[in-house]
């Protein structure tokens, strides 16, 4: 790498007060977050799994509520699977709230102490490389790294390393992490990637390690790290049945795998065909609500809901899906329910929240 600014940079690796000045950096401009400084090892696992592809401003609130209601492992284990999607209900990404669901069952099965080393909690549902170093750093003083996006780019940046493997950062970011401050030294570097080194825009004139930077020295910020190559998303229209009997709508649990797995959701059905399933007339044609689009990580879902009110055939019928007075399969009463708009007490996802509020004011409106 060429330098054609200012100075040609120190060496990360070999300079000790390399690893000094972002740790003092830290220690007097770290953001005062909710789990800053915690490190009773359950909390520090649910706030690094909530924080994985999702904003620190969102993760705030959630991350106290989840703690007033799952205070600790035996809590958490204990909860109902519908408890849990409920209390992650909007944060995205559900499937880290079943791991975490399953990771407190299996820690509670061996004795009810989270594993402390690195190696063994990876073997946690849900637990990679990344949240196992967190967890083992920051809850447990060992000295292994935590690599997220933020440290890959403060790397790349500081190495002048325009496409880091991950083999590459594993073995730079070993060698960088302080081994009597190691939890502080994981997460001062990725405070520094959201804070100074940000991907847009980084704060060099203020950066307290531009003296060991290459891309500053070579005035390379903007282009390093080059962004890692993702796929598109495919395109998806997904016709959604909006059904509704008695002022309540039906919702249906996904299947346990796949997108969304065990979250609650309008049937992707035709309406009235569902509406005879479930023993019920028709009272009309289905009447088209608005679009709903939906970016999911490797999908753009676009929502088509359909709305179809429908009655009992005679007063006081009973239909196919309503607990107490249900008649239908038994697949179709396990897996739906009958709910009011006002106090749906189960998780919907984003999008099927929307479609709820669009099919409310539709109702409304008609
Ligand atoms: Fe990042 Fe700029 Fe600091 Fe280098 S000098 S580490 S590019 S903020």
Not at 52 to 76: A, C, I, M
């Amino acid at each position: 790498m060429k330098y054609t600014s200012k100075h040609t940079p120190k060496d990360p690796l070999a300079d000790p007060d390399f690893r000094a000045a972002l740790l003092s950096h830290y220690d007097t401009h770290a953001r005062d977050l909710p789990w800053r400084g915690e490190s009773d090892p359950y909390r520090v696992l649910v706030s690094e799994v909530m924080l994985q592809q999702t904003r620190v401003e969102t993760v705030k609130g959630y991350y106290d509520r989840w703690l007033e209601r799952f205070p600790d492992v035996d809590s958490l284990a204990d909860a109902s699977e519908d408890d849990v999607l409920k209390a992650w209900e909007g944060l995205g990404y559900y499937r880290r709230a079943r791991n975490l669901h399953r990771a407190a069952a299996v820690v509670r099965e061996r004795g009810g102490s989270l594993p402390r080393a690195q190696a063994e909690l990876r073997a946690l549902p849900g637990v990679g490389e990344y949240t196992a170093g967190a967890v083992a750093s920051i809850a447990f003083g060992e000295a292994v790294p935590a690599v997220d996006g933020n440290v890959r780019r403060v790397l790349a940046r500081l190495m002048g390393e325009a496409a880091p493997t991950a083999g590459w950062l594993r073995e730079r970011a070993a060698r960088l992490v302080e081994p009597t401050r190691p939890g502080d030294w994981n997460q001062a570097v990725m405070e520094h990637g959201a804070t100074v080194c940000t991907p847009q825009a980084p704060k060099c004139g203020e950066c307290p390690v531009a003296d060991w930077c290459a891309a500053d020295a070579a005035g390379t910020q903007a282009e390093l790290p080059v962004p890692a190559k993702r796929a598109a998303p495919r395109s998806e229209r997904i016709r959604l049945a909006v059904l509704e009997w008695d002022d309540l709508v039906l919702i249906r649990r996904r299947a346990p795998d796949g997108l969304l797995g065990g979250l609650w959701a309008f049937p992707e059905e035709e309406p009235v065909a569902l509406a005879m399933e479930c023993g019920l007339v028709p009272g009309g044609h289905p009447v088209p609500l608005t679009d709903v689009v939906h970016r999911f990580t490797h999908l753009e879902a676009t929502y088509q809901p359909m709305w179809l009110e429908c009655e009992a055939p005679s007063p006081g019928s009973p239909v196919g899906v309503s607990g107490s007075d249900a008649t239908g399969t038994d697949e179709l009463n396990s897996e739906c329910q009958w709910v009011d708009a006002d106090a749906v007490d189960v998780a919907l996802p984003v999008a099927q929240r929307k479609v709820l509020d669009l099919w409310r004011t539709a109702k409304e409106d008609a």
